[in-house]
């Protein structure tokens, strides 16, 4: 997990009418984004610790690099696992509204079903052409097919988080190994490395066992077109690969402006910017 | 005489959460105690033989030592339950039953008997594998004679009738005052929450029933004379198996939403009670018997011959008409086999008549951030919350 921070700086907040936040505290990252007039204005994406401190954290790094201050933010909803502990938030809003909110947002009103890969949960996400969440099924409690079991894998593997995936893709073949249990499949994994079989072949393997884990739960759930694939380990390109072969559709191409990571939490800044409008309203 | 409604509904959470405690009470009070492991054991022939049942729950605290014993892949609530009888919690049951109803419990049972030292007080009653057939009856009735010879003995002297009758009575009352309790929960102006309910129903299945009736009839009476408070925000229906965690239904109650809990349709709530044992028939073994078979069928037993049909949805067709919830939380036991292949046939019936579902699943902990959000990811899918 990098962390970064990035403005845009052809807009003037100053000139704006409206200015909101959303922040995602996840598992594994912690994002804020702020939106002026319903723009994209700065991101910012730091490592979870404890969630009010990773809160100020995320939302203090973006506005480091901006003379905006917290107190010119006119609304800011908090979203993922540690929505709750935001503390300077106006609302909170689950992560599943969020993800459906921003991923419309972001590929447009043909979207139909969003499967969020994060660092600590997956979940599969219907929604409607506005981006209202329909249904959604959620990973059972296992960590296969999330972003924990890759980092772990990462360090067994002795590579970094953001290379694995482009290893495993780039390997002509692949070992089987399990896709129940990502403690088993590193066990596996182990005894084929001792064994002598090419690294890449075994991490293949496990991009592979974990994707299909994956594609289960999409599977149940049910993947209708337009389907795009959100969260840390939208960028694995192993995973992806593996995922898209599986369930036998291809995901809308990733957007190069916008980190997959992010969308959860450009969906709460677009609540924000709605619940601003009604508040004005009223 | 107590109080208010309140001090009643807190007297019976007390006695939730001191299982032990208050079983151990009933029998410095002279009483044998036996522990029954699934609601399928008819309770009424161990009450007319003058012993009291108690249910036996989880604990909800880590019990890796019962995978030595059980495999793996046996539900969380019967780990739980065998880990009890393991570390001895019970010791002090006089004896323990089960019937032939669901495999995993089963497992739990034989821990018990070959691992806790109840192997000389304990009874298994064979109950048939598919219960919606013409011989079922017969076949129960066999076994309760086999269980009511067992009893006999055990209490070292016969089982009248009126025995028999007494102890019919005394349970169908505590059935119709459950009914009568949860019938609050189908108005907006209900004087007790879902979550209260949960309590004075699971208190239910390890109280004596003369005392719990007692106190459960003052309750409806302080309930009826009293005020109603809105039941608020979207009306949530469970439907699953065994739970006895209440802090899950309590959760319902207390998310960042307004919610409420509105019906139970699992063993540890309305399967529990929902249905009476015919009190007008000779045969008190055959009353007993056609009693359990019209109950709300346990999904491990519910599969009509041919048919394939699940005589449960029926009743909780029935159960959203007349309680009408706006969503369904499908509750289950990590590793059960019944209720979620139930939940393949169930949802189609729920999306047909509009109600929107989730699945949750139990373990032996509370995953109370992960449940919360789908909980409230759930009640922002029914009320439209869009951007």
């Given at each position: 997990m990098r962390e970064y921070v990035i403005i845009n700086l052809k807009i003037d907040w100053t000139k704006a009418k409206t200015v909101v936040a959303g922040v995602d505290i996840g598992a594994v990252s912690s994002k804020a984004i702020i939106l002026v007039d319903r723009q994209p204005y700065i991101f910012s994406q730091v490592r979870t610790r404890i969630p009010e401190e990773s809160a100020f954290r995320a939302i203090n790094a973006a506005l480091a690099k901006s003379d905006l201050k917290l107190e010119n933010i006119q609304y800011i909803v908090g979203t993922g696992c540690?929505?709750?502990?935001?503390?300077?938030?106006h609302k909170t809003i689950s992560e599943i509204a969020c993800g459906a909110a921003g991923a419309v947002h972001i590929w447009?009103?043909?979207?139909?079903t969003v499967l969020d890969v994060g660092g600590q949960s997956c979940k599969v996400i219907h929604c409607t052409e506005k981006g209202r969440a329909t249904a959604f099924l959620w990973n059972d409690k296992c960590a296969a097919g999330i972003g924990r079991s890759i980092e772990s894998f990462a360090d067994l593997v002795k590579k970094e988080v953001a290379e694995i995936g482009n290893i495993a893709l780039r390997s002509a073949k692949s070992q089987m190994l399990s896709d129940f249990c990502a403690v088993y499949a590193q066990s596996e994994a182990l005894d084929l490395i001792r064994s002598r079989v090419p690294l890449e072949e075994v991490i293949a393997g496990y991009h592979h066992a974990m994707a299909k884990r994956i594609s289960t739960l999409a599977a149940r759930a049910g993947v209708k077109k337009d389907f795009v694939i959100i969260g840390g380990l939208a960028k694995n390109p192993g995973i992806i690969g593996s995922l898209e072969s599986t369930l036998k559709i291809s995901r809308l191409a990733p957007k190069p402006e916008w980190d997959p990571a992010l969308v959860v939490a450009l969906g709460a800044a677009l609540f924000a910017d709605t619940f601003l409008h009604r508040n004005s309203c009223n | 005489m107590m109080k208010n409604s309140n001090s009643i509904i807190e007297h019976f959470h007390h006695i939730t959460e001191n299982i032990h405690e208050y079983a151990k009470s009933l029998q410095s009070k002279g009483h044998l105690v036996a522990g029954y492991m699934c609601t399928h054991v008819p309770e009424e022939i161990l009450y007319a033989a003058g012993i009291i049942p108690v249910r036996i729950l989880s604990s909800h605290v880590s019990q890796a030592m019962t995978r030595s014993y059980m495999?793996?892949?046996?539900c969380s609530f019967s780990h739980d339950c065998a880990y009890q009888g393991l570390t001895h919690n019970y010791d002090f049951l006089d004896l323990i039953v089960t019937s032939s109803s669901c495999i995993h419990m089963g497992e739990a049972f034989n821990v018990w008997v070959r691992f806790a030292g109840f192997q000389g007080k304990s009874f298994l009653i064979p109950y048939p594998h598919?219960?919606?057939?013409?011989p079922a009856v017969a076949f129960m009735v066999e076994s309760f004679a086999e269980f009511k010879q067992f009893l006999e003995k055990f209490v070292n002297k016969s089982i009248t009738d009126e025995d028999m009758e007494r102890a019919i009575k005394t349970y169908n009352h505590t059935r119709r005052l459950l009914k009568q309790l949860w019938e609050f929960l189908r108005h907006e102006d209900s004087p007790i929450t879902g979550s209260e309910v949960a309590t004075v129903t699971l208190a239910s299945q390890f109280m004596e029933k003369q005392e719990y009736n007692q106190l459960l009839e003052e309750l409806i009476q302080k309930l009826e004379s009293g005020p109603g408070h809105r039941l608020p925000g979207v009306r949530l229906m469970v439907s699953g198996g065994a739970c006895d965690d209440l802090r899950i239904f309590d959760l319902i109650e207390h998310l960042d939403y307004s919610a409420s809990l509105i019906f139970i349709d699992s063993c540890t709530a309305a399967r529990y009670f929902w249905f009476e044992v015919p009190e007008d028939r000779a045969d008190k073994l055959q009353a007993i018997a056609e009693g359990y078979i019209n109950r709300i069928p346990c999904p491990a037993k519910d599969n009509v011959p041919g048919s394939g049909e699940k005589k449960r949805f029926r009743f909780i067709h029935q159960f959203i008409e007349g309680f009408k919830p706006d969503g369904v939380v499908l509750l289950y036991q990590r590793f059960c086999s019944p209720q979620p292949m139930d939940i393949v046939a169930l949802k189609p019936i729920l999306d047909r008549l509009g109600i929107p579902s989730i699945e949750l699943e139990l373990d032996t902990t509370l995953p109370r951030t992960q449940f919360q959000t789908q909980l409230e990811a759930f009640v922002e899918i029914i009320t439209g919350v869009a951007p």
């Open positions: 540690g929505r709750r502990r935001v503390p300077f938030a447009g009103p043909s979207v139909r | 495999h793996e892949t046996y598919i219960i919606h057939t013409k």
